[in-house]
Every structure is written in structure tokens, then in C-alpha cells.
């Protein structure tokens, strides 16, 4: 089974500066989905930026931007220019292709504080 | 992205009874999902709800427990039966949009058994 691990449970930045959070997957496939989503104290889940797995490039959404290390099986989330509004539980998320209809595999979230 | 509602978005309850969650969606979609976040947790699937067939559930939850219905493209339903604290928890509808390769979240529905 595919296994997401989020090393860091509480990350804190000032604000206007740059927060990387990280995320470990395992998997023995080759083609895959990789999401990042952000939890405000709302509990509305919002997504943030997607990665397919066969795409070299790494994806870029405004102000974040992941890292993405197919090999090392590694997806981590940059945040620049941090603000106040970011503040939230960032969950990284794992989804099979293949035209499977399974779901998300969560990481158990970073909680993200914004210093002002 | 699909506009996702859930009905209700909080509701306390009495152990023993049960609760019947709806997800209503704007446009039709293949897949739909139903997970379940306890406090403090993050998110576990807990089944996919599949039209016109009985819904795929993931291991550790059962029919009898988390009964769903989708009986069309754009609505499904989860009920939470003979309700018990620990089934306190955040429940959220998703749905895989058009390409399968994003899926989006409703607002959850907050429970609280007592």
C-alpha cells in the first residue's frame, strides 16, 4: 500500500519569508498524482498545486512552488513571500493513475504558523 | 473545479442514532469519495461511492456502519449509523473532476456525538 509521511508536524515563518515543508511517498508505481492541500481553521480542503508524476518540470502556482525528486520519491512545497492568510494544516496527498478510482492517500499534515 | 455541497455542515447527535450526510455536486462527475478526518487527524478514506452499484469501501469500515448512496452522477449521500463518541469527526465529500486527475473537496460536515 502507498504510504505519504510529512516528517515535520508544526513549521513556523515569519512573515514575507520563504517556508519549505516536506513530504515522503512510497510507491512501486511509475505514474501518479501528487497533490498539495491547505486546511484553514474553516476545515475547507483547498488545493494548491498538483504534480503529475510523469512531468519532469516541476509545478508552480503563483507563490508556491514544489520540488519534486521522482527517484528519491520526494515532493516538498515551497512557500515565498509568506503571509498572514497561509497560516493552515498543509497535507501532502498521493493518487494512482491509470484510470483507477482510487482516492487520496494523506500525509498526517504540517501545521504551518505565520509570525507576524 | 466542481462546486461541492454538503448538507449538514455541523450537527450534534445522540449516541445511538444516525445521521444521513448529502453531497450534492454542480456538474456530473465519475467518482465520488467519502473520508473521514477525526480531530487532530488527517484525512482516511473511507469509501468510493460508486453510481448504480454498491459503494467500494476501504478496510477498516463497513457497510452496516457507513451505509452511502449515489444514485446519480451528481449526488451521494453517507449515513453514520447507531452513532457512537468516537464517530466525532469531520466528514467530507470529494469528487474526482473531469480528467480524474484532480479531485476537489466539499466543506465538510461537522459532527459531534454526545
Known amino acids: 500500500a502507498q504510504t505519504v509521511t510529512q516528517s515535520q508536524p508544526e513549521m513556523s515563518v515569519q512573515e514575507a519569508e520563504t517556508v519549505t515543508l516536506s513530504c515522503t511517498y512510497d510507491?512501486?508505481?511509475?505514474?501518479?498524482?501528487l497533490f498539495w492541500y491547505k486546511q484553514p481553521p474553516s476545515r475547507q480542503m483547498i488545493l494548491v498545486i498538483r504534480q503529475e508524476a510523469y512531468k519532469q518540470q516541476n509545478a508552480t502556482e503563483n507563490r508556491f512552488s514544489v520540488n519534486f525528486q521522482k527517484a528519491a520519491k520526494s515532493f516538498s512545497l515551497k512557500i515565498s513571500d509568506s503571509q498572514l492568510g497561509d497560516a493552515a494544516m498543509y497535507f501532502c496527498a498521493y493518487r494512482e493513475t491509470g484510470g483507477g478510482a482510487d482516492g487520496l492517500t494523506f500525509g498526517k499534515g504540517t501545521h504551518l504558523i505565520i509570525q507576524p | 473545479s466542481a462546486v461541492i455541497s454538503q448538507k449538514p455542515s455541523r450537527d450534534i447527535c445522540q449516541r445511538g442514532t444516525s445521521l444521513t450526510i448529502q453531497c450534492q455536486v454542480d456538474?456530473?462527475?465519475?467518482?465520488m469519495f467519502w473520508y473521514r478526518q477525526q480531530p487532530g487527524q488527517s484525512l482516511t478514506l473511507i469509501a468510493t461511492a460508486n453510481q448504480g452499484s454498491e459503494a467500494t469501501y476501504e478496510s477498516g469500515f463497513v457497510i452496516d456502519k457507513f451505509p452511502i448512496s449515489r444514485p446519480n452522477l451528481t449526488f451521494s449521500t453517507l449515513t453514520v449509523s447507531n452513532m457512537s463518541p468516537e464517530d466525532s469527526s469531520i466528514y467530507l465529500c470529494?469528487?474526482?473532476?473531469?480528467?480524474?486527475?484532480?479531485?476537489?473537496f466539499g466543506e465538510g460536515s461537522w459532527l459531534t456525538v454526545v
Open positions: 470529494s469528487v474526482a473532476g473531469i480528467f480524474g486527475n484532480t479531485i476537489y
Open positions: 456538474s456530473q462527475v465519475t467518482m
Open positions: 510507491t512501486s508505481e511509475s505514474d501518479y498524482y
